[in-house]
């Protein structure tokens, strides 16, 4: 953007700011002044604020990451929103299931999507079967509560509101329920994007991707059904940092796609309850950014923040094929509590602006495919007291390709001088239960594998839960040659539970 245009665009706000309605902010100096681009013009000078016009409109709705279809619409209309507060159980990783409170089913809630000057009429319903009473906050709305005064609704009950779209924007709405941060930790939240007049300018593709973080009782990952854990959710310590309400829901077949030379549109919103969102695509650079919602543009962005309580939009044109990863750049939530997705972009390679090699598999583990159903399947099976040792192979493959493969390779065989080999590994054979000392507490000093010597370090793989432990290493016992064998859970636990590892074997 050049400099007179933001001159332009601060002296417009400054006009606005003296003016009292904003409606009849329409005509004047200000409104002149803001017009060169659409970019610079300042939200609600430019509405089209005339009494609804035509038959009322019912809006479409959509579940994340899909976005209602533009409105290509000249006149201002009397638009009927009907969402409806379902509590329901899903899940939320692979295994482990939560109870959420929902905006029509989904996590983040439906999307919603009005032209600036229309008058909607919203309904709010809450499921008979629910327990809860909710209510909803949009911060779209001009009025006291952004509407959570006139739609606190109790279980089986129907409130309706009306409000003028008067600024335009992508907006948050949440539950503003009593406790609030409750209801929002527990999925309340979504979008609601007021187009400009002359709506936004055309693209290939729109998603809506919206964070949120979630505190379960359990560990990341631990399986089974999770309740929510108000201490966590108040000292502000996630056990989950999500894109749509599940770990995978944008990853492996539900990835987001689109073609080498098409221009994508995210509405990336944060419902928080607590983190503030860095987002970023990995291998992308955001063409377009508008920060906050806000109408003045940002152009040529790696990371933008996303408050709690806030979003963007953001665009960039896809030149390169391949898979994209969608984090938030506090990496350990992306890496470690499931804060990724993927946009693949499938098309014809580009070497003059890269020279291919996709982002490769060590760099993502087992968290660019939803492939984890063998780890459920061993889950549930444990739960059953039906576990059976091909059981914990199945899930401890899966879990040994997100984790150990990094250093000790997908075939178990290391890399020379650096990370020995599992494979065939005289160490291991020798006393195969300090392995599970080895996972839980790492390794550091001098080990000697199959005659040659490694002196290095192996962090404590302390993320991964006591069942996890047990499957891989039952995977690794039973693997590339190696003499076989099963650990339990138990087994697992009584290891962790040690204070010291063992010292290195003497060779
Ligand atoms: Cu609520």
Known sequence: MTRPHL?????????????????????????????????????????????????????????????????????????????????????????????????GGTV???????????????????????????????????????????????????????????????????????????????????????????????????????????????????????????????????????????????????????????N???????????LVSSFHVIGEIFDKVQPEGGTVAQHNVQTTLIPSGGAAIVEFHTDVPGSYVLVDHSIFRAFNKGALGILKVDGPENKSVYSGKEVDSVYLGDRAGSNLQAVTTAATAHAAGTLTKEDQIAAGKQLFAGTCSVCHQANGEGLPNVFPPLAKSDLLAADPKRAMTIVTHGLTGKVTVNGHEYDSVMPPMSQLTDDEVSNILTYVLNSWGNPGGQFSKDEVAKARAAATPAPAAAH
């Open 264 to 274: 994508v549109r995210l509405f990336v919103g944060n419902g928080g309850p607590n």
């Open 108 to 262: 983040p809630g439906s999307f919603i999507r009005v032209r600036q000057g229309d008058t909607v009429e919203f309904h709010l319903k809450n499921n008979p079967n629910n327990k809860m009473p909710h209510n909803i906050d949009m911060h779209g709305v001009t009025g006291p509560g952004g509407g959570a005064a006139s739609s606190f609704t109790a279980p089986g009950h129907e409130s309706q509101f009306t409000f003028k779209a008067l600024n335009q924007g992508i907006y948050v709405y949440h539950c503003a329920t009593a406790p609030v941060g409750m209801h929002i930790a527990n999925g309340m939240y979504g979008l609601l994007l007021v187009e400009p007049p002359e709506g936004l300018s055309p693209v290939d593709h729109e998603y809506y991707v919206m964070q949120g973080d979630f505190y379960t009782t359990g560990k990341y990952r631990e399986k089974g059904h999770q309740p929510f854990d108000m201490e966590k959710a108040i000292d502000e310590r996630p056990t989950y940092v999500l894109f749509n309400g599940k770990e995978g829901s944008i990853t492996g077949d539900n990835a987001l796609t689109a073609k080498t030379n098409q």
């Open 7 to 103: 001159y332009l665009a601060a002296a417009a706000m400054l006009a606005l700011a003296a003016c009292s309605g904003k409606p009849s902010a329409s005509s004047g100096p200000a409104a002149t002044a803001a017009t060169p681009t659409a970019s610079t013009s300042v939200a609600s000078e430019r509405g089209d604020f005339g009494p609804p016009q035509g038959e009322p409109i019912h809006a479409v709705l959509t579940s994340p990451p899909h976005v209602p279809p533009p409105i290509h619409r000249n006149y201002p209309a009397k638009v009927i929103v009907e969402l409806e507060v379902i509590e329901k159980e899903m899940p939320i990783s692979e295994g482990v299931s939560y109870t959420f409170w929902t905006f």
